[in-house]
């Protein structure tokens, strides 16, 4: 559920085919339990995206809030800012800031991009500065995203290019085991979007862990079939129940 809600709440400069760009944007999701009769409000969450012309990067932060599940308040919350290369979507540095049952926890993750080096720096700590743990983790060499960059990195995909079924595969690294995540491309469609029908990208992810045959999330989404290729809708599956993060709006796409 962390990797859905990081993608979805956690799923960007000019693209392969120079189509898309990371816009500066501010996008709000709505996010939804179900699990048999059970279907209830799950959190809300944020991300906001500014470019930062001078250093060639985005800063891309996150920010979620349990409001009802099941009839209960949950005041947990989680933000996650990350510093991305605006022109191949690598991570360089990324903060997670956890606040859920007392607690309060910093993890940081520095990127080291120099030469062919595929190492990540993960520091965890408390807002004092104690540190609770440091070390330094290898993952795949090539392109490696983390799970804020994925977001951006699904969207300048040219898939008014593709067939339904193609696929595309990057590496993913979040600080644990290394993952290839498998974009398929499933075609056109209509999605209802805040009462109206929006034309999308359907496409579905499956991030498997590398060296652990079957260990794979899925999850679907839909982009909107336009120029902003805002993703309206993000479905996954857990181990118990569903997960639906929908878009509940954003300033400058018109939705």
């Not at 960059?149 to 898939?159: E, G, K, L, T």
């Amino acid at each position: 559920m962390k990797k859905l809600g990081i993608i979805a709440l956690s799923l960007m400069t000019a693209a392969a085919a120079g189509a898309w760009t990371v816009p500066d944007e501010t996008l709000h999701y709505g996010v939804r339990y179900k699990w048999g009769l059970i279907d209830a409000n799950a959190g809300v969450a944020t991300l906001t995206t500014v470019n930062n012309p001078a250093s060639g990067t985005f800063t891309a932060t996150l920010s979620g809030k349990s409001v009802d599940l099941m009839g209960h308040y949950y005041a947990a919350t989680d933000t996650m800012v990350g510093t991305i290369m605006a022109g191949d979507y690598r991570p360089v540095y990324n903060e997670h800031i956890t606040r859920e049952a007392g607690e309060f926890t910093i993890q940081t993750i520095t990127y080291d991009h120099s030469g062919d080096s595929s190492k990540g720096e993960i520091v965890k700590r408390l807002p004092d500065g104690k540190v609770l743990r440091s070390r330094v983790s290898h993952y795949a060499g090539g392109l490696t995203l983390d799970l804020l960059a994925v977001f951006y990195y699904i969207r300048q995909i040219p898939y008014e290019d593709m067939a339904a079924g193609e696929t595309v595969t990057v590496n993913i690294f979040a600080g644990q085991t290394p993952e290839t995540l498998t974009v398929t491309y499933n075609g056109r469609s209509t999605r209802p979007v805040r009462g109206r029908e929006v034309a999308t990208f359907g496409i579905s992810l499956d991030f498997s862990a590398q060296g652990e045959p079957g260990a794979v999330d899925n999850m679907e989404i839909w982009l909107a079939d336009d120029d902003t290729r805002v993703p309206v809708q993000i479905n996954g599956s857990l181990k118990i129940g569903h997960i639906e993060c929908s878009l509940l709006g954003e300033e400058a796409s018109g939705f």
